[in-house]
């Protein structure tokens, strides 16, 4: 005669199958960032190699000493700029790992910021960026923070439509317990009844993908609250409509330097 699962096994069966769907949803998010971030390196990568082409053209029309050290000059500077971005790209296709080690948000902000400055030069977007001295490192996974970063710079982008301003700031904070990551934008700002579903899964506030087939899908700052979380640090929202949006990330300082302080 058959058996009939308890109600605890059958508790821990769903419990797993959730488990594991949880972590085929993730590899899938992950695998989606790096081909978005992918298709952006791309644009960037095109841009640079425009560059050095037509320095090169120009250092073979001019034979002057002067023309020729001005394309070099211009030729190592793209190249130099090539190399971070292949860098970044590499990092994140090589380290899939979730573990966490201390990290420099310095180090993250200056190479995401790299990917995107040509989208934020086509939209008319100034960034400005704000590190404070002896800045402690995060411990956290480089990968999954950049995620969360690029995820909310290209949130600032479409949030200022006609151009403005995203400043990016690390601090320590918590009375010197975690760094503070905070992303500030000058756009439209998102409307008081909506802040508390903002990390909801599937909730947004835009109406589809933009012009460049981002966003819309109301999956990106569901992924960012979800990944802060398993670092154990916190993500909240300042928003004012008309004024701008501000998201304030906290992450547990490196354990060296956790002791120390």
Known sequence: MPTTPSPSTSTATTQQQLEFLQG??????????LGALTGTATHEFNNVLMTVINYAKLGLRNEDTASRTK??????????RAAKITGTILAQARNRSDSLE???????????????????????IAVETEFA???PRAQASGNQIQRVLLNLLINARQAMPDGGTVLVRIAAGGEGRCVELTVRDSGTGIPADKLPKIFEPF???KSGPDESGKGGTGLGLAACKEIIDRHGGRIRVESTVGVGT?????????????AAA
């Open 133 to 135: 001295d002896n800045v």
């Open 71 to 80: 394309a070099l000059t211009k030729i190592l500077e793209a190249s130099e």
């Open 102 to 124: 201390p990290t420099d948000l310095v180090d993250i902000v200056e190479s995401s910021l790299v990917l995107l400055e040509r989208e934020m030069r086509k939209y008319r």
């Open 24 to 33: 085929q949803l993730r590899q899938n998010q992950a695998l989606a960032a």
């Open 246 to 258: 501000a998201f304030i990330i906290r992450l547990p300082i490196a354990g060296d330097q956790q």
């Open 203 to 205: 909730f947004t506030t």
